[in-house]
């Protein structure tokens, strides 16, 4: 009997997961397939049962319901209620249980396409949200010497900040998306990652960029929006020399996390770059 999988969020139409997965079972021969299911906000909590009376063997979660769905959830790994975020769910007899596999896959991601070691290294995060939580958790767990996230809600930036601070011993700062402090950290940064959704297609002539900023081109720019393949953001990064990471790396690897906590198999991550590429073409 064939098992769906899918992703929840609101809204969809930018994404590029359904065509990746597929892909993956195709090449294994498994029969699985992947179905978006747009699901507003409001009726988050309504959906779960539905999900789970589906048998659905699993679902992503996406913008905006990677904190709010934890909650409902019957139970999230250790991972997950750290960085108090989850982005894949599993069925497991009727339960469903939370995972991140966002915060893995940056990682993966930094170290396998941009040759970057975030260990000891100067980091600005922009945004506080859920993927901004993943990020910036798991930079100080992997002994990051400093993060500034910004938000435009500010508190929310502080209030992020204090929770890494109060995990790891990187020493974490949240700032005001426009205020001086932040541009002064983006321009000695080491890495500047944009967890935004600013840029993504179709408001791709936006920038999550304060107004006046100049990029050091020793920075590594890695924006987690992946459509269009090349922002604003990386466009701007790219003219002042730095080198740029789009998130489609993300993506494609956390993905692969979330493939193999879908089906007990390895990942065929070579496919999935194949198939996500050509689905933003």
């Given at each position: 009997m064939?098992?769906?999988?899918?992703?929840?969020?609101?809204?969809?139409?930018?994404?590029?997961?359904p065509a990746m997965h597929n892909a993956a079972f195709k090449e294994l021969g498994l029969d699985y397939e992947y179905i978006?299911?747009?699901?507003?906000?409001?009726?988050?909590?309504?959906?779960?049962?539905?999900?789970?009376?589906?048998?659905?063997?699993?679902?992503?979660?996406?913008?905006?319901?990677?904190?709010?769905?934890?909650?409902?959830l019957d139970d999230v790994t250790k991972l997950a209620a750290t960085i108090g975020a989850v982005n894949t769910v599993v069925n497991q007899d009727s339960k469903l249980i939370g995972y991140n596999t966002d915060g893995p896959g940056f990682i993966e991601s930094l170290k396998e396409d941009?040759?970057?070691?975030?260990?000891g290294k100067r980091v600005v995060v922009l945004g506080a949200g859920g993927v901004s939580r993943a990020v910036s958790v798991m930079l100080a767990e992997v002994e990051a010497a400093s993060i500034v996230i910004a938000d435009i809600v500010e508190e929310k930036a502080k209030g992020l900040a204090e929770?890494?601070?109060?995990?790891?011993?990187?020493?974490?700062?949240?700032?005001?998306?426009s205020g001086q402090t932040l541009k002064n950290e983006i321009e000695r940064a080491d890495l500047l990652v944009n967890a935004t959704p600013i840029g993504m297609s179709p408001k791709i002539?936006?920038?999550?960029?304060?107004?006046?900023?100049?990029?050091?081109?020793?920075?590594?720019?890695?924006?987690?929006?992946?459509n269009p393949a090349e922002t604003k953001l990386l466009k701007t990064a790219k003219k002042a020399g730095?080198?740029?990471?789009?998130?489609?790396?993300?993506?494609v690897r956390q993905g692969a996390i979330a493939f193999t906590v879908f089906t007990g198999e390895e990942?065929?991550?070579?496919?999935?770059w194949s198939a996500a590429r050509k689905a933003l073409r």
């Open positions: 064939r098992k769906i999988v899918g992703l929840i969020g609101y809204p969809l139409g930018h994404s590029v997961s978006p299911f747009e699901v507003e906000p409001a009726d988050l909590k309504e959906a779960l049962p539905g999900l789970r009376a589906l048998h659905i063997a699993g679902f992503n979660v996406t913008i905006p319901h990677k904190e709010a769905i934890v909650p409902l941009a040759n970057f070691e975030p260990a929770y890494v601070n109060d995990l790891s011993k990187t020493k974490c700062l949240g700032a005001n998306i002539n936006d920038s999550p960029l304060p107004s006046g900023v100049k990029l050091n081109k020793k920075t590594l720019v890695y924006d987690l929006v992946y730095c080198r740029v990471v789009s998130g489609l790396g993300l993506l990942a065929p991550i070579e496919t999935m």
